[in-house]
């Protein structure tokens, strides 16, 4: 199933499907590893706990329509048809993956896009 995913002013930036994040043009992105949210290239992200994608400070950067004990969400947007997702590299195996810190209930800084492209603020 196809879960879009908001950015913090509620706009679609992506899309979740089965343990694949995707742009809405379809392409991969990251993968998830339990809660963990991690690039193809092995980069670990963030997480994703109650529907929201936490970075590394503890901030959430997106969710999905249905995320909870977070901080406030906004109205979301007209959801796009989304394309059928592309093909996923393989994802790497890895078994020990950072601890998460406190959820801050704040919402980051850093925007979806950058989040997943692994940029640092």
């Known amino acids: ?31 998830l590893e339990g809660e963990n949210v991690v690039r193809y290239t092995g980069r670990h992200l963030g997480w994703f706990r109650n529907g929201f994608i ?14 909870h004990d977070g901080p406030g969400l906004p109205a979301v947007k007209i959801i796009p048809e989304v394309p059928q997702a592309k093909a996923a590299p393989v994802p790497p195996i890895f078994k020990i993956w950072p601890k998460p810190p406190a959820f801050t ?6 925007t979806l896009n950058q989040f997943f492209r692994g940029a640092l603020l």
């Open 1 to 31: 199933m196809k879960e879009a995913i908001f950015d913090r002013n509620g706009q679609p930036q992506h899309f979740l499907e089965d343990i694949g994040f995707y742009e809405l043009s379809g392409s991969p992105v990251a993968f």
């Open 54 to 67: 936490i970075d590394s400070t503890g901030d959430a950067v997106g969710f999905v329509q249905n995320a």
């Open 105 to 110: 209930l704040k919402w980051s800084p850093r």
